[in-house]
């Protein structure tokens, strides 16, 4: 069964770090672009960063460029989000999704390009 899982979220004060994993199992993540979206209470979700298939392009929200890097191991099946110098607005569930086609360079930050959902990691970033 082709499954994305996210891990590594949690509590951390502001100017803090965490890096989160998005580990797949039912597939080779290595055919993929992989993203990172976000969903805040009462937010529409929102497309943090993309990594393309293979490492070579990523993409960041203009709100997390320069605080967060998005990087892949393809050899573990995982790609990861560093995210620096965090702040109360990165407050949020944060869901990893693999893109809907085998592109060599394609990394969207629109949700509706994207599929097999993980089941998100809450993110909360407060004193």
């Known amino acids: 069964q082709l499954q994305l899982v996210e891990s590594g979220g949690g509590l951390v004060q502001p100017g803090g770090s965490l890096r989160l994993s998005c580990a797949a199992s039912?597939?080779?993540?290595?055919?993929?672009?992989i993203g990172w979206f976000r969903q805040a209470p009462g937010k529409e979700r929102e497309g943090v960063s993309c990594?393309?298939?293979?490492?070579?392009?990523?993409n960041y929200a203009d709100s997390v460029k320069g605080r967060f890097t998005i990087s892949r191991d393809n050899a573990k099946n995982t790609v990861y989000l560093q995210m620096n110098s965090l702040k109360p607005e990165d407050t949020a569930v944060y869901y990893c999704?693999?893109?809907?086609?085998?592109?060599?360079?394609?990394?969207?930050?629109?949700?509706?390009?994207?599929?097999?959902w993980g089941q998100g990691t809450q993110v909360t970033v407060s004193s």
């Open positions: 999704a693999k893109l809907r086609s085998i592109h060599p360079t394609l990394c969207p930050l629109t949700a509706a390009h994207f599929d097999s």
């Open positions: 039912g597939f080779t993540l290595d055919y993929y672009a």
């Open positions: 990594i393309s298939r293979s490492g070579g392009s990523t």
